[in-house]
């Protein structure tokens, strides 16, 4: 059977299984953050949405790694098979759940497992399948950040023990969040500065460790933002500074 990739770590992670898809392409929600690499060239074209969100703008941190044409491949890789495989049976969530559970199975077996580095759940279907995977490797914690709300509210009482998601501010549905605090405890804000974080009293997260709590956090805007933007401006303010400006060791996908 031809199976999903996943690469096992990266600079900003420690040991984990890691599930990603193109970004800007699988992310029905992106707002200010949307961005995509062109399938073929990897040429970087920023389309940000500005309706619905209520955050700063940024760059999506994720899709500057798809100029590199192996990552590139890699996530367009999984984003074909898992189309390809959901048409393939009337029941869609039945045979991705057979997908992504042998894709597991071929991985090394690890405690944790980050859905998406890049990418987002694109179709209801599809997060629901994973809520299945989940269900079938319960030694593993799975997690994401999304900005698929809507989808999320919608299978709230599906989720199993071992799924932990966290709503990703900067999306369109961004408006869901503040009626809805019992669903989304996990909330996840870019912010500028450390001081940002701090007037909002938020603890900056480096790696994922909050999105397993049961609070707000923020993430300080990082990899490389769009030229002129505040956000490129702060992040040559912290570099002057000597500040923290981003991860940057890589590991391959395998
Ligand atoms: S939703 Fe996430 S992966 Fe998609 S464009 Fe925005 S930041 Fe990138």
Redo the contacts with the bound molecule.
């Keep these: 059977m031809t199976l999903l990739k996943f690469s096992t770590g990266n600079a900003k992670l420690g040991k984990r299984l890691i599930f990603s898809l193109p970004?800007?392409y699988t992310?029905p929600a992106?707002g200010v953050?949307?961005?995509f690499a062109d399938r073929t060239t990897g040429e970087i074209r920023d389309l940000p949405q500005l309706n619905g969100t209520i955050a700063d703008e940024y760059r999506?941190?994720?899709?500057m790694a798809e100029t590199r044409p192996n990552v590139r491949d890699a996530r367009w890789y999984n984003w074909d098979l898992l189309k390809a495989t959901m048409y393939t049976d009337n029941d869609q969530v039945k045979v991705l759940i057979k997908l992504i559970d042998e894709s597991i199975s071929a991985q090394p077996t690890l405690s944790l497992c980050r859905i998406h580095e890049?990418?987002?759940f694109w179709t209801e279907n599809y997060m629901r399948a994973w809520f299945g995977a989940a269900r079938n490797n319960s030694h593993c914690k799975f997690y994401a950040y999304t900005?698929s709300l809507g989808m999320w509210l919608n299978l709230k009482d599906e989720i199993p023990d071992n799924v932990y998601l966290t709503a990703?501010v900067g999306?369109t549905l961004d408006s869901l969040i503040p009626g809805n605090l019992d669903t989304f405890k996990r909330i996840a804000y870019v912010v500028y500065t450390e001081e940002q974080a701090a007037e909002q009293e938020l603890e900056i997260d480096h790696d994922d460790e909050h999105c397993f709590g049961d609070k707000p956090f923020a993430l300080l805007v990082h990899g490389s933002q769009r030229a002129g933007s505040l956000a490129s401006k702060a992040l040559s303010q912290r570099k002057k500074h000597g500040g923290w400006v981003g991860y940057h060791k890589t590991k391959k996908v395998a």
């Design positions: 970004a800007g992310c992106a953050c949307k961005t999506c941190f994720a899709a890049s990418g987002d900005k990703s999306g």
